[in-house]
């Protein structure tokens, strides 16, 4: 059975930091890892997805990257901003479509 | 492109009553799936539409039921509701045959009281 970590709970940065979340998984047979960012009270907003085949992919300041056989994921957010504040979320597909979701990661980002 | 759309946005419902919850899913997409978000968890999957018919299935019980209609939207029901189906109920859309991102409506916040 699939679970997905999450660390840390919470974060709490300084503007202009860099700062480095982590998700990890306990089946490394998947399709893929997708990355989300989630306001309070809102839908999820996909940030990356990262295929099975891939190492890491890159979206602006974001940088997410993957490591099967560690079963270990983490996205990277460069000269962070008080907009970057919301929870992340990370989620495993490896039953075409099924995604298992961690915990989250609470990121506040202090001007 | 209007993306995952659902409605209605707020619910509140009474304890035993049932409920509808509507997606339409983005443009392109032909699978629909459903998560139940509680406060301060990540979502946990519910089901998964395809072809109109249920094609994987979380652990739900029986309560939770849904329907994908030929324009490839989606509805999700639950009968005798129970305080603890107070949640926000997530749609996403996706591709069944590629293996690209899925994408998130703004989700149905419902309120059992």
């Known amino acids: 059975k699939q679970e997905v970590t999450q660390i840390p709970a919470a974060l709490s940065v300084p503007e202009g930091e860099n700062l480095v979340l982590n998700c990890s998984f306990t089946d490394s047979a998947i399709y893929n890892l997708q990355w989300f960012r989630q306001d309070p009270g809102k839908g999820l907003t996909s940030l990356l997805l990262?295929?099975?085949?891939?190492r890491e992919q890159t979206s602006g300041r974001l940088n997410a990257s993957l490591d099967k056989s560690s079963g270990r994921s983490t996205l990277y957010i460069a000269a962070s901003q008080p907009g970057d504040s919301a929870t992340y979320l990370c989620a495993v597909d490896n039953q075409g479509g099924k995604l298992i979701f961690g915990q989250g990661t609470e990121l506040s980002v202090k001007p | 492109d209007a993306g995952v759309t659902q409605s209605p946005t707020h619910l509140i419902k009474t304890r035993g009553q049932q409920v509808t919850l509507r997606c339409s899913p983005k443009?392109?997409?032909?699978?629909v799936s459903w998560y139940q978000q509680a406060l301060g968890q990540g979502p946990q999957f519910i089901f998964q539409y395809y072809e109109e018919e249920e094609r994987q299935r979380g652990n739900f019980p029986d309560r939770f039921s849904g329907h994908q209609f030929p324009n490839y939207s989606s509805e999700l029901n639950v009968n005798a509701l129970l305080l603890g189906d107070s949640a926000l109920y997530l749609c996403?859309?996706?591709?069944?045959?590629?293996?690209?991102?899925?994408?998130f409506g703004q989700g149905t916040r419902l309120t059992v009281v």
């Open positions: 996403a859309s996706s591709s069944w045959t590629e293996n690209t991102e899925a994408f």
């Open positions: 990262i295929q099975s085949s891939q």
């Open positions: 443009s392109g997409h032909d699978t």
